[in-house]
């Protein structure tokens, strides 16, 4: 094989260990929310002027809770900051392995295409009086162009080479 980004087994002890892992988060991280699109495109938004502004009102209101009716909840919003701060360092490192995740999954992918289709070139030399004529044919669907389905059922060197989607 020429091409092997990432060559990575999962075996059943880490899978499961991993399926435990994310059980954990799911139960533990209950209390997040899903926003339907209508209601996020609705809300407030915090950006990072927004954010200091949030932070410096916060920090006035509960050195001057007196200046509050009785019907302002300042503690569920100092519940509010600490819940976002906690959530924040969580969401960085989840954030970082996703990413992680996502590029092993693309590499896979990659050597997975790349292989295959070395492997696809190999067939269309030998594979001829090996009686896999039938099967290189199936594989050759997956280059074919739309203008070229009439023209030719093989594709070209070019294209097989080129791995494209």
Do not use: W
């Not at 009102?57 to 900051?81: H, K, S, Y």
């Amino acid at each position: 094989m020429s091409q092997n980004i990432v060559d990575i087994i999962f075996d059943e002890a880490a899978l499961t260990d991993i399926d435990g892992a994310l059980a954990t988060l799911d139960g533990r991280f209950s209390g997040l929310v899903a926003l339907d699109p209508v209601k996020r495109r609705r809300l407030h938004k915090m950006g990072d002027k927004s954010e200091a502004f949030c932070r410096l009102a916060v920090d006035v209101l509960t050195a001057n809770p007196q200046i509050l009716p009785a019907n302002f909840d300042l503690a569920a919003l100092q519940r509010d900051v600490a819940a976002l701060d906690a959530l924040r360092m969580r969401t960085v490192q989840v954030m970082r392995l996703y990413q992680r995740m996502l590029d092993t999954e693309m590499a896979l992918g990659s050597d997975m295409m790349s292989n295959s289709v070395e492997g696809y070139q190999f067939l269309k030399v030998a594979g001829k009086s090996a009686g896999l004529d039938g099967l290189r044919k199936q594989l050759a669907a997956r280059f074919k162009s739309k203008r070229s389905k009439e023209e030719s059922d093989e594709p070209d060197d070019k294209e097989a080479t080129a791995g494209q989607d």
